[in-house]
């Protein structure tokens, strides 16, 4: 069983900084594409940023410059720093990960979500 537990989310004011962790646990073999999504009352669940197994990354034009991906590959751990935050940055951010049980089996997986919400 593969679970992906999050961390790291709370209230803050505007131009302030939070730093998410999401840490996947269970049999996993390998791990390859890590990222964070977010949902907003009333909205869509949408990408704010990926990082492939190799390193590369992308970001949500409304992010770039703000908030940085990384990973932690030997803690199966991706991180989401988020700096500058904006009022319009509240949201429920979800990890998500594709995870390799075994060399032939991947399947994609989701953390629980934690609340990020910035005001003053």
């Known amino acids: 069983q593969v679970q992906l537990v999050e961390s790291g989310g709370g209230l803050v004011q505007p131009g302030g900084s939070l730093r998410l962790s999401c840490a996947a646990s269970?049999?996993?073999?390998?791990?390859?594409?890590m990222g964070w999504y977010r949902q907003a009352p009333g909205k869509q669940r949408e990408l704010v940023a990926r990082?492939?197994?190799?390193?590369?990354?992308n970001y949500a034009d409304s992010v770039k410059g703000r908030f940085t991906i990384s990973r932690d590959n030997a803690k199966n751990t991706v991180y989401l720093q988020m700096n500058s935050l904006k009022p319009e940055d509240t949201a429920v951010y979800y990890c998500n990960a594709d995870i390799r049980i075994t060399l032939r089996t991947m399947d994609n997986y989701w953390g629980q979500g934690t609340q990020v919400t910035v005001s003053s």
């Open positions: 269970g049999s996993i073999f390998s791990i390859n594409n």
């Open positions: 990082i492939r197994s190799g390193g590369s990354t």
